[in-house]
């Protein structure tokens, strides 16, 4: 498409830098949350006292590379901020190297070509940007565009210059493949690599000779390439081969054709419907903000809507639409031959981080669908401005949620460093927010047991959350921390028990009203962010065995 067709970004560093703004301003919520959620506690060294031991990624978990990553951020001394930090750096590298790499195959226009790596970096359907611990899952996706783009640098480069991109390339995707599914990713890589020399061969070969010529010669040019998957699978299973509890947790098996069908609907419904869910719940709680934004939308459409017409081939329309519906089924096929779907607990959606790109793909068949209609311009900004729209709202709404999380564990923790040790290991926490707000989700055992270590020292506490357990938790834990490799060594579900009692306070609110009173203390400073906390929550403390739970054997 010449560049008078579309939406008229006069230069690629405009782009770029209007891309980097957009997406510091979709995920602006990211700067202000410095809490940490679910794994986080068991990874992160969260002050001097607080005890981890991460071996378990290396002799149980088989992840070197996320090793590597805690171990650094932890030496430190400020592994949250570390955390975010990779976080947005991956979200701004990953979007403008995935928006160069667009570029780079001449099949999209550079509008396009923004507009899709603005939706694959503000998608909503992965809840977790805000977890710290999921960081290396964010840069692992940001080395991967890194990476892909090196690549096709490297492919129209010679001499000293080609070999230094495929060495940064080649470490770069190898680095990426921490997040396994990637692997299905790469595919398509390869793929394209393999379009590129089908392409630089000329048309002076027959079909089927110029296709084995073309295969050959990406084999032969590029075997590293070709052998990077069975280096990392490789390398794993020889030196970090998983134990104990992560040994089937990668297990192939063949599902069923109807197994496959409710999988791919269970990553349609968590990935794409529940996004417009939590868009629509998003803009039902800021209602004039999101009227203001829906409106310039229109105006910009109306004002846009004197453009030229085009007519795109219906291979134009149809290209984009089938590589979505090809990516979305192949994305999801690994974790579904491992017997992993995504479900609607925020955690769980970590499965998800890839499916932005799908969806993006989708959009920009639906916005070249309407250019016949209402012109090249107005199509851009009516399809991709609403797209923007819907998945900012969806994120910030799980933004929201994560903040509001955070407030209720950093209340619980507030009153806990407050109180003296009760004589007690295990502890039982009644969560009188799950029945404040139908959007709370009780905190894992990972967090009430961090909280217990955060507040009172290195003892071998185990806690857990009465809402979000069954009553043979104490049980599966002694199980679970014998195991080889277990992250849950330090855990003694069979000590002395407690109950803590936690109940919203007088300042307890909805998530949105939660969050935004929290953003007024901490930058207009018109309240004291630990009164506010303090306020949050009422906790108290019952010494004696846990009712409705079955002890340990032996236990005391």
Known sequence: MPPSADIRLSSPLRAI?????????????????????????????????????????????????????????????????????????????????????????????????????????????????????????????????????????????????????????????????????????????????????????????????????????????????????????????????????????????????????????SFYQCGYSNSLTRAGRAATDFKPLYVAVVVVIVVVFYLASKSKRARPSAFRIAAPLLLSVLLFAALALPYL???????????????????????????????????????CDAAFVGVFGLAAIVSVAALWNSYFFLQARALEQEALSSHLEAMPMPAAIVYDLNDGFADHTSQHVPFGLAEVTGMLQLAWG???????????????????????????????????????QATILLKPGPAAATNGRMVLHYYACRLLWRCDVASYLSQLASVRINVGPIAGVIPVVGSK
């Open 458 to 496: 290195d003892h071998p506490f185990f806690g857990y959350s009465q809402q979000g357990e069954r009553p043979t938790i104490l049980q599966e834990m002694e199980a679970a921390r014998n195991i080889a490799g277990s992250a849950f060594h330090h855990m003694n579900p069979s000590g002395p």
């Open 17 to 265: 830098v209007l891309l980097a703004i957009l997406l510091l301003a979709a995920h602006a919520p990211l700067f202000l949350n410095d809490s940490v959620f679910m794994d986080d506690w068991l990874v992160l060294k969260l002050g001097p006292a607080y005890p981890i031991n991460i071996d378990f990624l290396i002799t149980g978990a088989g992840h070197p590379v996320f090793f590597a990553y805690y171990s650094i951020a932890n030496m430190t001394g400020a592994p949250v901020l570390v955390m975010k930090v990779m976080a947005i750096a991956a979200i701004l590298l990953g979007a403008i190297c995935l928006f160069l790499a667009a570029m780079g195959t001449g099949l999209v226009s550079r509008a396009e070509a923004a507009g899709v790596a603005l939706l694959v970096w503000i998608y909503p359907g992965y809840q977790m940007w805000a977890g710290k611990a999921n960081s290396v899952y964010v840069f692992s996706f940001g080395l991967f565009c890194v990476a892909a783009w090196l690549l096709m640098l490297a492919f129209e480069t010679k001499g000293a210059r080609h070999a230094v991109l495929r060495i940064a390339s080649a470490l770069s995707f190898f680095l990426s493949f921490a997040l396994n599914s990637l692997m299905a990713l790469y595919l398509f890589v390869m793929f394209g690599l393999f379009v590129a020399v089908w392409r630089a061969d000329g048309r002076t070969l027959g079909s089927l000779r110029r296709f084995v010529v073309s295969v050959w010669r990406c084999f032969a040019r590029y075997p590293e390439f070709a052998a990077l998957p069975l280096l990392y699978w490789g390398a794993l299973n020889i030196w970090f081969k998983r134990v104990g509890a992560y040994a089937g947790y990668y297990g192939i098996r063949l599902p069923t054709y109807s197994e496959l069908l409710e999988g791919w609907n």
């Open 337 to 375: 031959i491992a017997g992993i779907r995504p479900s609607l607990h925020f955690y769980e959606t970590r499965h998800l981080l890839l499916f932005g790109l799908p969806g993006a793909l989708f959009i920009l068949s639906i916005k070249r669908f309407g250019e016949g209609i209402v012109g």
